[in-house]
């Protein structure tokens, strides 16, 4: 297999643009993608401020890597979620050893149990009949909107690739759950107290990030979060896997059929009212619910006394 711009060996076939690379040349392509994908969706100009969700994974530490490369002004943000087996203090391990590697690149570390008195897996026991998956979610969603807004950042991004996002989809298509269809976008924008959203990888395919991290040298976590296993996602991207054998660009064909029956044919669109929002009691972020958000709710009569530090 030879690059097909050098002559070169390759280290990557990539058969949805049929086009084979050397290490060299792929790591000039991958960032031009990923700039495309910045441009084409509008996901944020030159001079703003962003915060890349860093989970010490291979494609959180490969967008910022990408984003630093391209010369935008990105820190980091990691969660130390406290889950077991090593995975959480392997994966905070990484993140920093990233950042200590490039002078300039900034990382602040948030930890959950000593922050707010407990990790995820604590909690989920705390609050018996929540899926550690679920209050996870929520957790991380909250704590980096309230660390880009206080800080400044005009747009959270997050490492989310092709396969992800088809994954998701698969799983919001089976179920029709038509309010998510509406908004699984690479740009959700930001409003009041919500900061923008984007995924700057979303063109990319998860062996092409994970080749991107290899071939650039980053030290990322292999190994899935303990709590991944079995989880239907990754039934969902095996399941698109054997589809895009037989049919190559499946998953392009997808993913990219969604936006534009949004976009070009209304499809999803709701009419209904905005929903109306609030400033939570405790931490002032917005929130649909009376009173506490969910986020402080979560902590309200719990472990420690969160007032004032979200
Ligand atoms: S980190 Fe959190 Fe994931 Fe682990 S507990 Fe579930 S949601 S699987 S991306
Ligand atoms: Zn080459
Ligand atoms: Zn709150």
Not at 142 to 171: R, W
Request: with cysteine; glycine share 10%; proline share 4%.
């Amino acid at each position: 297999m030879k690059c097909k711009l050098c002559g070169g060996t390759a280290v990557i076939n990539m058969h949805q643009h049929r086009l084979s690379l050397c290490g060299e040349h792929f790591l000039q392509w991958v960032p031009v993608q990923v700039a495309r994908a910045i441009k084409k969706y509008r996901m944020f100009g030159p001079d703003e401020r962003i915060l890349v969700a860093v989970s010490g994974g291979k494609d959180s530490l490969a967008l910022w890597d990408i984003l630093l490369g391209l010369g935008y002004h990105a820190d980091g943000l990691h969660i130390n979620l406290g889950v077991g087996n090593g995975y959480s203090a392997e994966s905070q391990a990484r993140a920093e050893a990233f950042a200590a590697a490039r002078p300039g690149a900034a990382l602040r570390v948030v930890d959950l149990a000593r922050e707010y008195g407990a990790g995820i897996p604590e909690l989920a026991r705390m609050r018996r009949g929540r899926k550690a998956c679920s209050l996870c979610g929520m957790v991380k969603r909250h704590i980096m909107n309230q660390a880009a807004c206080s800080g400044g950042y005009d747009a959270i991004a997050t490492g989310h690739n092709l396969d992800d996002e088809v994954a998701v989809l698969l799983q919001n298509t089976l179920r029709w759950s038509v309010s998510y269809l509406a908004r699984q976008a690479p740009v959700l924008p930001g409003e009041p107290g919500l900061a923008r959203k984007v995924k700057p990888l979303v063109r990319l395919r998860e062996r092409e990030t994970a080749a991107y991290a290899l071939v650039r040298g980053i030290d990322y976590i292999y190994d899935e979060c303990p709590h991944a296993e079995g989880a239907t996602t990754l039934f969902y991207k095996e399941i698109l896997s054997q589809l895009e054998t037989r049919s190559r660009g499946t998953k392009e064909m997808f993913y990219l059929g969604l936006l534009d029956a949004r976009e070009q044919q209304g499809a999803f669109r709701s009419d209904d009212e905005k929903v109306e929002m609030h400033p939570c009691a405790r931490c002032g972020q917005p929130t649909t619910a009376p009173g506490l958000c969910a986020f402080c709710r979560l902590w309200a009569g719990g472990t420690k006394d969160t007032q004032g530090e979200v």
